[in-house]
């Protein structure tokens, strides 16, 4: 029995219809280097997706492994209640240098489904905490995606993801969220006033007074296929928020660490979140960990005596894990001497005028978007009146498996296609890389 075989035999992978491996069986991979995972065969893919995104700076990234080697013949683990370690304090001191403004207290998990489970609760029990005992409910933008466990998955607005499991959700508020490429009010992401804001006003006049928190993924709702939309969007809802003693929460899970070419997207506003959720980056895609950070003010309303029953119980077995820890603070090192969100700002211009040239013109490309790294191309049926393939074709699953033939990881979103390569990635592998991607396109719908 080979690999695959064995695989096929014992493994559910996750987010897959396991019918699809009859025709497309998993391919096993030996190793990997850089932007490269090779299989068993030798034969290299360019990863552009970062193995969902979490590949911040690589495979195998020396510094990263060294840092951990270094870690394992000290402390693997060790309990995170009434125990600390060095490499977690060390973390959360520079990790303090680098969120936005009035972010201090480090609340740590094992995964970003995780982390946004912490800010819910936090944000519940602060508001009852604080006198607002009436607040219950969380606010959320449609085509959100805040994890897979049943209480950020009740954030969530794709039916993929969603839909069978509603009667175990909880009754979630939805604000229509920005929907740039095919606004409404026919402007343009670069150059409005987020006339679409005003569903958030009317929502907020009818529910914020049960409302205890709205999250949102900034400026980037990566699982709706990639949905950019402007900072101003951000500023509002902060300004909104203090209006009305709503807690604004940041999923900066997939966005946070260089991704949309700032070190976190609500750098763009120059505004701060109440809590931000960061995973993914954090640990170079290395080890599973996440943070909830919060303010002075909302740890304060959890400080008391004991008997008061205040406190924050809530904990995760490897919670502030010294490898993870040590991972990320790898990370930030290597992001700060290697000037890497610098050179990727040079090399975001080069990605995104390879996959215009290539691509924007073709018949079937609706839209190419990007922030930072990240660009994604709309496919479409008609181009003119912006209207979608049908989703029974799967064209994107097509090229998908056509650019995997060619060595290149294009996991879509539907019906849309999106590169977020490592930050690590070099000119001569973009251009690779896309010319893979124009291929692949040309060879399922033509052009």
């Known amino acids: 029995m080979d690999w695959v075989e064995k695989d096929l035999k014992y493994i559910w992978h996750p987010c897959s219809q396991m019918k699809d491996y009859q025709e497309l069986p998993p391919i096993i991979i030996d190793h990997g280097k850089g932007v490269?995972?090779?299989?068993?065969?030798?034969?290299?893919?360019?990863?552009?997706?970062?193995?969902?995104?979490?590949?911040?700076?690589?495979?195998?990234?020396?510094?990263i492994n060294e840092a951990i080697k270094a870690q394992l013949d000290k402390l693997e683990h060790v309990i995170f209640a009434?125990?600390?370690?060095?490499?977690?304090?060390?973390?959360?001191?520079?990790?303090?240098?680098?969120?936005?403004?009035?972010?201090?207290?480090?609340?740590?998990?094992?995964?970003?489904?995780?982390?946004?489970?912490?800010?819910?609760?936090m944000s519940f029990q602060y508001q009852y905490q604080?006198?607002?005992?009436?607040?219950?409910?969380?606010?959320c933008l449609t085509e959100g995606y805040h994890g897979e466990t049943i209480g950020a998955l009740s954030l969530g607005s794709i039916d993929l993801y969603a839909k069978i499991y509603k009667p175990m959700l909880m009754d979630a508020i939805h604000i229509e969220a920005p929907?740039?490429?095919?606004?409404?009010?026919?402007?343009?992401?670069?150059?409005?006033?987020?006339e679409?804001?005003?569903?958030?006003?009317?929502?907020?006049?009818?529910?914020?007074?049960?409302?205890?928190?709205?999250?949102?993924?900034?400026?980037?709702?990566?699982s709706a296929g990639m949905r950019i939309y402007p900072a101003l969007y951000l500023k509002k809802l902060r300004e909104l928020c203090d209006k009305h003693n709503v807690l604004l929460i940041a999923d900066e899970i997939a966005t946070g660490f260089g991704r949309t070419g700032k070190m976190f997207a609500f750098d763009y506003a120059g505004v701060s979140p109440d809590i931000m959720c960061i995973s993914k980056g954090l640990t170079g895609g290395y080890m599973p960990m996440a943070i909830t950070i919060t303010t002075d003010e909302i740890y304060g309303a959890f400080y008391a005596d004991?008997?008061?029953?205040?406190?924050?119980?809530?904990?995760?077995?490897?919670?502030?894990?010294?490898?993870?820890?040590?991972a990320a603070l790898a990370v930030l090192n290597i992001l700060r001497e290697d000037a890497i969100l610098?050179?990727?700002?040079?090399?975001?211009?080069?990605?995104?005028?390879?996959?215009?040239?290539?691509?924007?013109?073709?018949?079937?490309?609706?839209?190419?978007?990007?922030?930072g790294l990240i660009n994604a191309m709309e496919l479409v049926k008609d181009k003119k009146d912006k209207i979608d393939f049908e989703p029974k074709l799967r064209i994107g699953y097509q090229i998908y498996k056509k650019a995997l033939e060619k060595g290149l990881i294009l996991r879509p979103l539907g019906n849309v296609l999106y590169f977020?390569?490592?930050?690590?990635?070099?000119?001569?592998?973009?251009?690779?890389?896309?010319?893979?991607?124009?291929?692949?396109?040309?060879?399922?719908?033509?052009?």
Request: proline content about 4%; some cysteine; hydrophobic content about 30%.
């Open 342 to 371: 610098e050179n990727a700002a040079k090399l975001a211009q080069h990605l995104s005028r390879k996959l215009n040239e290539a691509l924007l013109d073709h018949k079937n490309i609706g839209e190419i978007r990007h922030i």
């Open 36 to 63: 490269y995972l090779y299989d068993k065969n030798g034969k290299g893919y360019i990863d552009v997706v970062s193995s969902w995104w979490c590949n911040l700076l690589g495979h195998c990234n020396p510094k």
């Open 306 to 326: 004991y008997n008061e029953g205040k406190a924050f119980m809530h904990s995760h077995t490897y919670s502030g894990n010294p490898l993870g820890c040590s």
């Open 420 to 447: 977020n390569p490592p930050l690590i990635i070099n000119e001569a592998e973009i251009d690779k890389a896309v010319g893979i991607c124009e291929e692949a396109i040309c060879s399922v719908i033509g052009g």
């Open 196 to 222: 679409c804001f005003e569903h958030a006003e009317k929502v907020f006049e009818q529910y914020a007074d049960q409302t205890c928190a709205i999250i949102v993924e900034p400026l980037l709702q990566g």
């Open 179 to 194: 929907g740039c490429y095919r606004c409404s009010y026919r402007k343009s992401r670069d150059y409005c006033n987020t």
């Open 82 to 121: 009434n125990f600390s370690h060095e490499p977690a304090i060390k973390l959360c001191e520079e990790l303090s240098k680098l969120v936005p403004k009035g972010l201090t207290k480090f609340n740590f998990s094992d995964n970003g489904s995780a982390s946004v489970e912490c800010a819910l609760k």
């Open 130 to 139: 604080t006198g607002n005992a009436r607040k219950t409910r969380f606010m």
